[in-house]
Each structure stands twice: as structure tokens, then as C-alpha cells.
């Protein structure tokens, strides 16, 4: 019985190698033999099944993926990237509460990339990692959604602002509430330059902190369990802040402007 496409595209690694590597765009076979690091005995009877399942051509020495190969492995793509993000981390991400986050932002998941993941430190439960701090100073702006207060933001987004920074800031209801409580000061400070936004969401979320700016990507998630554990993501990979970008461009649409 002639084998699914599925089974052609996935279930060998030097096929699905090579379905990747020409989507670069037509490849000698000393060029993939190169890029691969593998052996004409290796490579050969795979470019075949390839070949069978009319996902590729061959043109002399050269092989070019059919147009039915270009859309299989356009759309396997998000898929891979996707699979490669959870193996990354994935007692991380199982224990993570992903609710909240638009499905046509959560399918492109795999644009995160390669993040990495800091663990609490308990002697300095709430202080921000250098990572975050060394950054965000020399950001030219900064996007954070918070629905988890910390103590410092009120400080940083202020300090930030005056800086010349331009900040825009989504906060849920209680996030609001307690910076206008306890600190009142800050808050009148940070709503009274030029280059800040406030605004309110109702949104209820999995997502307890996103802070993205043109050089990073500052995430937290609740666990399952609707807690706050202190594990935080970090990346500094482009595709990652487009996505993080479009996320925060979601929830500030969704909200109320109060600045």
C-alpha cells in the first residue's frame, strides 16, 4: 500500500530535511549532501520517495520542489516550529495556561522560537533578572500587558517614560486598581508625559505579564492551577517580538483608554 503523504513528509527526518532545505530553493545533490551532512547511500532512496509522492522533481542534478511540495511544507512549517518550542521546555508549557491568547496568534506559537526559560531564584523573588533590566533601559519602546502586580512597574514604567521612552501600558481592573491605590503619585506621573498610554482591559487570561519592546520579549504565564510561580520567558529572536508585538496590539485594542 502506497504511503500517505503524512507518513512521506514526517516520519523520516532526512525526507523532511530535504523538503526544508529546498524550500531555500533548488539544490544540487552535492549541495544537500553538503548542508545535511549525510551520504549518497542515505540520501538517495529518500529524494526517490520524494520523487514518487510528486513532492519533488529532479532537473539533471539539481532537485526543485513541485508546487504540491512548496504548499505541504509551507504549511508543515508552523506545525515544526510549533512542536519545536513545546519539546524545548515542555514541563514548562504543560503546566502553563495558554487561555487568553487569540487562536489566530496561537496557531503562529512556533514564531517564538528559541526562548529562554529563568527559574525563581527564592532569594530574590521580586527583583527583575539582568536580563530584563540591562534591556528595557536601552529599548526605544515599550508594550507590556499586565493582569500580575508587581511592585516595581509602577517605578519602572514612570522612570522609563521620562526617560524619553515611549511606553504604552494595558493593566486588568485589579492591576489598575492597586497602582492607583498605593501608588497614586506614580501613576499621575507616568499619565502625564507625551509618550505614554494607559489603558484597561476586561480580558480574562492565562497571560500574567507580556512586556515587549524592539529588543526583547518578557513573558509569564498562571500555571493551571491560576498561580503565579515566578517562572519567567525571555527571547531574543525577531520573529518572536513581531509575535509578541501582534499579542499586545490585541489586548490594547481590547481595552480602555484612560491616559
Known amino acids: 500500500m502506497k504511503a500517505s503523504l503524512v507518513d512521506i513528509i514526517l516520519n523520516s527526518e532526512k525526507r523532511k530535511n530535504v523538503l526544508l532545505l529546498l524550500m531555500e530553493g533548488e539544490k544540487s545533490r552535492d549541495e544537500i549532501k553538503t548542508s545535511l ?14 520523487k514518487e509522492h510528486g ?47 487569540p487562536e489566530s496568534i496561537l496557531k503562529r506559537f512556533g514564531e517564538l522560537g528559541n526562548c529562554i526559560i529563568i527559574e525563581p531564584d527564592l532569594n530574590y523573588l521580586f527583583e527583575f533578572p539582568k536580563e530584563f533590566t540591562e534591556n528595557i533601559q536601552k529599548s526605544d519602546y515599550v508594550m507590556a500587558f499586565n493582569a500580575y502586580f508587581h511592585p516595581e512597574y509602577p517605578a519602572l514604567y514612570s522612570n522609563l517614560a521620562e526617560k524619553g521612552i515611549h511606553v504604552s501600558l494595558v493593566t486588568t481592573n485589579a492591576v489598575h486598581e492597586r497602582m492607583k491605590n498605593d501608588y497614586a503619585e506614580e501613576i499621575k506621573k507616568f499619565i502625564g508625559y507625551d509618550n505614554t498610554e494607559l489603558f484597561i482591559s476586561d480580558e480574562m487570561t492565562g497571560l500574567a505579564t507580556l512586556v515587549t519592546t524592539d529588543r526583547f520579549l518578557f513573558l509569564c504565564f ?6 503565579y510561580d515566578h517562572t519567567i520567558l525571555m527571547s531574543f529572536d525577531s520573529n518572536a517580538l513581531q509575535w509578541s508585538k501582534e499579542l499586545f496590539t490585541y489586548f490594547r485594542e481590547e481595552a480602555q483608554d484612560v491616559s
Open 37 to 50: 551532512n549525510v551520504t549518497s547511500t542515505a540520501l538517495i532512496p529518500q529524494i526517490k520517495k520524494l
Open 222 to 227: 498562571f500555571n493551571n492551577q491560576g498561580q
Open 55 to 101: 513532492l519533488v522533481i529532479q532537473n539533471g542534478d539539481h532537485y526543485i520542489l513541485t508546487n504540491m511540495g512548496k504548499v505541504l511544507v509551507a504549511n508543515m512549517l508552523p506545525l515544526l516550529n510549533a512542536v519545536e518550542v513545546f519539546e524545548e521546555n515542555r514541563n514548562y508549557w504543560l503546566d502553563r495556561d495558554l487561555n487568553g491568547i
